[in-house]
Every structure is written in structure tokens, then in C-alpha cells.
């Protein structure tokens, strides 16, 4: 299945690991956000990512506004690097609020669980 062909309900929040700075190695997060990725289209979920960084090249209030007023949502996830970051979470949380008022709210344990993070809140069919 095409996940260009799925009509997105759930929006993904997070941090693009790439654009994260520090000492650490982005590859095993980005993996964790692909195998999150698949298994939305596998299950038949529309699902976008709204990935942004943390090195100054985003305005990250404007980047996630612009996502959430995209399109109505069932669920927002917001995962756990903006989580990390209390004023940063406090900043996402008050803009999906906002700006999703409909939208269920979920939070991922990690990249990889991010769909069952949504599926507790958005009917899947089959």
C-alpha cells in the first residue's frame, strides 16, 4: 500500500534526530521513526510527520501550527524528544490544544511504537 494514497488522520510531532545537536549517534532514532512510519501504511492509517530540529533552523511554532491547521485530525502523537524537554512539550501540547481542539492526544514510548501509540485512539479498521 502507498502511504501517499492514504488520507492522513493521524500527525506525528517530533524531533528531526538528524538536526539534533550533541554527541550521539541520529541513526538509530531515524531507523525507530521509518519502522513507526511502516507500520501506519501497513495497517491502512494515513499518517504525516512533523519532524523539525533543534539547531536553530526552525521556527518550531510556526512549523507544527502550519502542520495541525493542515488538515483536521483523529490523533496527534507527540513524541518523546519533545517530551524530554519540558518547555518545549509544554509549547506542542498548548499548539495541538489550539489548534486540533478535536484531535486525541497519544504519546509514543519510542519511534518504533509510534502507531500504537495512535491506535489506542483512532478506529482501525479490519
Known amino acids: 500500500m502507498d502511504a501517499r494514497a492514504l488520507t492522513p488522520r493521524v ?7 538528524y538536526r539534533v545537536p550533541g554527541p550521539w549517534d541520529p541513526k538509530p532514532v531515524a531507523d525507530g521513526i521509518e519502522v513507526g512510519r511502516t507500520r ?6 494515513g499518517a504525516e ?16 501550527t ?4 493542515a ?8 513524541g518523546g524528544g519533545v517530551r524530554n524537554q519540558i ?4 509549547r506542542v501540547v498548548n499548539l495541538v490544544r489550539r489548534h486540533a481542539p478535536g484531535a486525541a492526544i497519544a504519546f509514543n ?4 511504537d509510534t502507531f500504537e501509540a495512535a491506535a489506542r485512539w483512532v478506529k482501525i479498521s479490519g
Not at 11 to 17: A, N, S, T
Not at 49 to 64: H, I, K, N, P, Q
Not at 87 to 90: G, V
Request: a negative charge.
Open 11 to 17: 500527525l506525528v510531532i517530533g524531533l528531526d534526530p
Open 40 to 45: 501506519f501504511v501497513e495497517h491502512g492509517v
Open 49 to 64: 510527520f512533523c519532524l523539525f530540529g533543534l539547531d536553530g533552523s526552525d521556527d518550531v511554532e510556526a512549523v507544527v
Open 66 to 69: 502550519a502542520a495541525l491547521c
Open 71 to 78: 488538515r483536521p485530525w483523529e490523533c496527534v502523537v507527540v
Open 87 to 90: 518547555e518545549l512539550f509544554e
Open 109 to 112: 514510548a519510542s519511534p518504533a
